[in-house]
């Protein structure tokens, strides 16, 4: 059989009780179906990026299955047709993630991102990165003075054909 994990939203406005039961709902499916939900998560209600009909916020819930396709085809028939749901997503894994998802990690808990520690390890604030062949400021020679702005150069010859005229 085939590994999978989906991930849907519910509604804002449904209680945590119903989310369970409707977790309950698609587990049995997938038992029907002849498959084994593995692990679920309930990540909570957690803010949307953008609206998706008129909820801000959505309870996040996430299976981990094993089940022939058939099954997982069923339960996302069924997961359209409930209103409740306002997205569902099913990928299907080469293997299933063991323990906890990255969602319910706490911070430090975390290891695929870098201790960053007191940033020790960066260079100071003089180094901005890749500046090509310009070298800092400070190699190079004055520039010397400025030319006129577009405004003055019009004056100057303004004057010019004034003094010219007379």
């Not at 519910?10 to 209680?15: C, K």
């Not at 990540?43 to 022939?68: C, D, Q, T």
């Not at 180094?127 to 003075?145: A, Y």
Request: with cysteine; proline share 3%.
């Amino acid at each position: 059989m085939a590994l999978y994990e989906s991930v849907w939203i519910a509604r804002q406005d449904i209680s945590t009780t119903q989310v369970e039961a409707l977790t309950e709902q698609f587990s049995e499916i997938i038992k029907n179906g002849g498959g084994e939900v593995k692990s679920n998560e309930q990540w909570g209600l957690r803010s949307l990026a953008y609206k998706i009909k008129k909820n801000r916020k959505g309870h996040y819930v996430m299976f981990n299955i094993e089940a022939p396709a058939s099954a997982v085809a069923e339960m996302e028939r069924n997961m359209r047709l409930n209103e409740d749901v306002l997205r569902c997503l099913t990928l299907r894994v080469d293997a299933l993630q063991e323990g906890q998802s990255v969602m319910l990690q706490q911070r430090g808990e975390r290891s695929d991102r870098p201790d960053r520690g007191d940033r020790g390890d960066r260079p100071d604030r003089g180094d901005r990165g890749d500046r090509g062949d310009r070298g800092p400021r400070s190699d190079r020679g004055d520039r010397g003075d400025r030319a006129p702005r577009s405004f003055e150069r019009a004056e100057s010859n303004e004057s010019r054909s004034e003094g010219d005229a007379a």
